[in-house]
């Protein structure tokens, strides 16, 4: 079996990023695809990933550069400002 075929391959729609001293976790899940009427969506975990602080800001950093250029060379990647505002974000902080 090649590394390739060991490697999951994961979709999520949600996270959570918990930060401390030691360093990132983040917890990568996924909604639920039919949730109960009248019941919060029970999202199930897909993957949890932990680094350091230093290779977090890299990864941050790598993944703004990456998507500034696909924008730049494709279009702007549209985000509707319900979720800017539901998640104390602002289209400055881009």
């Known amino acids: 079996m090649s590394d ?3 490697v999951p391959d994961i979709y999520a729609d949600q996270f959570i990023v918990t930060i401390s001293i030691w360093g990132v976790t983040m917890s990568f899940l996924k909604s ?6 009248g019941q919060a969506p029970q ?5 949890i990933v932990r680094t350091s602080l230093e290779h977090t800001k890299i990864v941050a950093m790598m993944l703004r550069k990456q998507l500034k250029n696909w924008e730049r060379e494709n279009v702007e ?3 509707p400002h ?3 505002n539901g998640l104390g974000l602002s289209q400055e902080d881009w």
Request: net charge negative; no cysteine.
């Open 32 to 37: 639920s695809p039919h949730p109960s009427p």
């Open 43 to 47: 999202p199930s975990p897909q993957a």
């Open 82 to 84: 319900s979720v800017y």
């Open 4 to 6: 390739a075929e060991q």
């Open 77 to 79: 990647i549209a985000i």
